[in-house]
T-cell receptor, first 115, second 117 residues
Framework: GESVGLHLPTLSVQEGDNSIINCAYS??????FIWYKQESGKGPQFIID?????DKRQGQRVTVLLNKTVKHLSLQIAATQPGDSAVYFC??????????????FGKGITLSVRP | DAMVIQNPRYQVTQFGKPVTLSCSQT?????MYWYQQKSSQAPKLLFH???????NEADTPDNFQSRRPNTSFCFLDIRSPGLGDAAMYLC????????????????FGQGTRLTVV
């Protein structure tokens, strides 16, 4: 059968609090980073992205921070809502030759929002 | 309207019986990706096409093949499915190229859940 995988770490937050989800990436040549949200039985959904020449980018209720020195990415969600409950993945884009590039995913984190 | 469409949503196949999963896109994107996602794990890139150029990941088993007959369609062929190949298979597209951000955002389909019996 399917091999047993590691359970994803879980972050549990109270509704209304801020959430911080962290990710370590591996490739120093990555030039673009994306946070995805994945709900059960669905494909990943784009949340926010950041280019490697930036260290912060803000969306409507989300902020992404990039620290290239330690290869660390974080997603901050303000005023967390029950609808934010999902698995969150960071992804990195690596340029290949020419205009080719590829997108690879980091380990995910389950966000659980307590009412 | 869905822009990346995967068919079927659920596929049951017999151990060792070849199976094909399909993906179509209406975005006219250059890049199409196939990912394998097992329970409680991150999507794992199997391979991707940049236009007609096929890019295989080094650790993708030979049992997995892909075809892209035209811009809109891409297929994942599993030649001899084993029980360990049961997973969600995700297709994604992006415009491709080096111009941020329009060319790098990836759009995902809803996935095909493959069961091997």
């Amino acid at each position: 059968g399917e091999s047993v995988g590691l359970h994803l770490p879980t972050l549990s937050v109270q509704e209304g609090d801020n959430s911080i989800i962290n990710c370590a990436y591996s490739n120093s040549a990555s030039d673009y980073f994306i946070w995805y949200k994945q709900e059960s039985g669905k494909g990943p959904q784009f949340i926010i992205d950041i280019r490697s020449n930036m260290d912060k980018r803000q969306g409507q209720r989300v902020t992404v921070l990039l620290n290239k020195t330690v290869k660390h990415l974080s997603l901050q969600i303000a005023a967390t809502q029950p609808g934010d409950s999902a698995v969150y993945f960071c992804a990195e884009n690596v340029d290949l030759t020419g205009a080719n590039s590829k997108l690879t995913f980091g380990k995910g984190i389950t966000l659980s929002v307590r009412p | 309207d869905a822009m990346v469409i995967q068919n079927p949503r659920y596929q049951v196949t017999q151990f060792g019986k070849p199976v094909t999963l399909s993906c179509s896109q209406t975005l006219n994107h250059n890049v199409m990706y196939w990912y394998q996602q097992k329970s409680s794990q991150a999507p794992k890139l199997l391979f991707h096409y940049y236009d007609k150029d096929f890019n295989n990941e080094a650790d993708t088993p030979d049992n997995f093949q892909s075809r892209r007959p035209n811009t809109s369609f891409c297929f994942l062929d599993i030649r001899s499915p084993g029980l360990g190949d049961a997973a969600m298979y995700l297709c994604a597209t992006s415009r491709g190229g080096s111009s941020y951000p329009l060319n790098t955002e990836a759009f995902f389909g809803q996935g095909t859940r493959l069961t091997v019996v």
